[in-house]
């Protein structure tokens, strides 16, 4: 494995890439962090109504609501991410999303991959006609990093005993 090799890992046959979202919360961290919010935002709301100022109230729970919809959109995608597998055939190429989840194969010999050309750009992955996009994931620095290690693990020979 060449020096330049950050986000591959070897596997028996061929390489393996997981890009995941940077999550720095643990599940645990993330309900106690949703508690905190959401015990902050009723302790001022409820001082305030306590001082007569009851029009708080509807605004608070107003404001509630927008949390727990961001705290739910959070959690729906906390387990999002991309596995991309090559081995002596195919380049295999697994998506989660929000739950659900998605593959693509494409063929060893066809796959051509293209770097980001900006930085919201992602990297593109063509053969036979089809075109995967990959890295929404990582940052995009990461992405050119990606690119760069898919197309050396591409050109190399498949391993021996893997086909």
Known sequence: MPPALRLAQAMPGGW?????RNGALTPRQFVAAFALACGALLAVALMFAS??????????????????????????????????ELDAALLHVRRWEAGKAAAVQLPRPWVR??????ARDLVRLRAVGRIVEVGRHVRPEVRQQLAHELRWALAQPAPPGSG
């Open 113 to 118: 991959v293209e770097s980001p050309g900006h």
């Open 16 to 20: 393996r890439w997981q890009l995941r």
């Open 51 to 84: 001082l007569g100022a009851t029009l708080v109230l509807p605004f608070a729970a107003l404001e509630l609501g927008v949390v727990v919809l961001a705290f739910a959109w959070m959690a729906r995608h906390a387990a999002d991410r991309e596995e991309l």
